[in-house]
């Protein structure tokens, strides 16, 4: 916003949305908690904003007395260190591509006050990581994100939430851990953009709208103090699987992604096991849908669907478009809905599939009525979108909320 406001102008606004990102190698634990660095890096898949999206209004104007923050239509505490944070570095870029300059115009525009209003189009209760798309908002539309530098604005996400800074790209998305102690060589950068692989899609599994028992930013540092499991994981383990999953991309091997995808998130779910005290994050549903993919698999022969959990229980499960109406059937077999049967699919569309009664003997064990609450079909997606559009803004012409 500052880099595009003229200084007679009262108030600036921008609008900006981004997308929600599932890791592949996870990332889970901070070499420095107050830059947020991580001790590995990841690798992850952006998610369609037109199934799963964060919209961020930003505006600038030297009439507002101070910084406000509104998250889903209700005011928010802009004092929280990672927001100021994320805005300090905003103003810092600003500065920055002003070429340093210090007139008197770039310092009152610099000093101005921001309001930033950010919406979810998906409850905030399917417990997907919404701060993400948020803050990687941001990071986008705060430098006016068309003339910024993608990898220095991943630096503001990152401020905000380290998995937020893969949400600055589309497709495939790697975030290396980099080196140096500043953490300006700690930034996301595109692998593969998401026309890459047309067919992978992607099913989230709903399994809980409750909050994660242990939120991520305190679990992930007991883990790097007490596990020499996740030391081992991150020194050892995942360069070389960095190595591997960047390959399975390139070749589009869904056999390879997917087996290292399952074997990245259960290996990360052992770093939280072996946590002291430990953590857990995957319940008796999380067990059920992993157990159900690999008797899937097995019946078939190879990887059909791979699944991946985050610091929570639901389940994200990675196919191809030609396995989705099969295995979407499997799952309603297997988790018949409990009231809601016509949206217990959502998203992109799915189409009927009957099942061979073998597959339904081998696979449809015991089924658990009303465990899965709804499945999200999406797909790989496109990074954060300025919007053009002034009646998208979420802040009305006062700067407060529209709504
Ligand atoms: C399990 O990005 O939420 O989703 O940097 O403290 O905000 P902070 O943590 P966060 O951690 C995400 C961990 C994960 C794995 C991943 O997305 O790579």
Same mark, same amino acid.
């Given at each position: ?83 100021? *944070? ?5 103003? =810092? /870029? &600003?500065?920055?591509? @002003?070429?340093?300059? $210090? ?130 994981? *991150? ?5 070389? =699987? /960095? &190595?591997?999953?960047? @390959?399975?991309?390139? $070749? ?152």
């Amino acid at each position: 916003v500052p880099g595009a406001m003229a200084a007679e102008r009262a108030l600036a606004m921008a609008t900006c949305t981004a997308p929600v990102n599932i890791a592949v190698i996870k990332y889970w634990g901070k070499r420095d908690t107050d830059l947020i660095l991580p001790i590995n890096s990841s690798l992850s898949v952006t998610l369609h904003q037109d199934q799963l999206k964060t919209t961020t209004t930003a505006a600038a104007s030297r009439d507002f007395t101070e910084d406000r923050l509104w998250l889903n239509g209700t005011e928010a505490d802009v004092g929280h260190p990672r927001v100021q *944070a994320c805005l300090r570095e905003v103003r =810092r /870029l &600003a500065r920055k591509r @002003r070429g340093g300059s $210090e007139d008197a115009a770039t310092l009152g525009l610099l000093s101005y006050k921001v309001h930033v209003a950010s919406e979810n189009n998906f409850p905030t209760a399917a417990g997907l990581a919404s701060s993400a798309a948020g803050y990687a908002c941001l990071g986008g539309c705060g430098t006016g994100h068309g003339g910024g530098r993608r990898d220095e604005l991943s630096e503001v996400a990152r401020r905000g939430s380290g998995s937020a800074c893969r949400s600055m790209w589309g497709g495939f998305v790697q975030w290396q851990r980099g080196e140096r102690p500043d953490g300006t060589d700690s930034l996301a950068h595109q692998v593969a953009p998401e026309t890459h692989w047309p067919e992978l899609r992607v099913l989230v599994l709903v399994v809980s709208g409750q909050k994660k028992p242990v939120a991520s930013t305190v679990g992930m540092q007991t883990s790097v103090e007490t596990s020499p499991l996740l030391k081992h994981r *991150a020194e050892v383990v995942v360069p070389e =699987r /960095l &190595a591997q999953m960047m @390959r399975h991309i390139r $070749e589009r091997d869904f056999e390879g992604f997917g087996q290292l995808a399952m074997r990245d998130s259960n290996q990360f779910h052992a770093t939280c096991l072996d946590t002291f005290p430990p953590i857990f994050y995957l319940n008796d549903l999380s067990r059920h849908i992993i157990a159900l993919a690999h008797r899937y698999n097995a019946h078939h022969g190879h990887t059909k669907v791979a699944y991946t959990f985050d610091a929570g229980p639901n389940a994200v499960i990675f196919t191809l478009a030609d396995t989705v109406d099969e295995f979407v059937e499997v799952v309603r077999r297997s988790f018949p809905p409990a009231a809601n049967g016509d949206q217990f699919v959502r998203g992109l569309p799915v189409g009927s599939a009957a099942l061979p009664q073998e597959l339904v003997a081998a696979v449809v064990t015991e089924p658990v009525p009303g465990a899965v609450q709804y499945i999200l079909h999406t797909k790989p997606g496109p990074g954060p979108q300025l919007v053009d559009d002034p009646s998208q803004h979420l802040l009305g012409a006062d700067g407060l909320p529209r709504r």
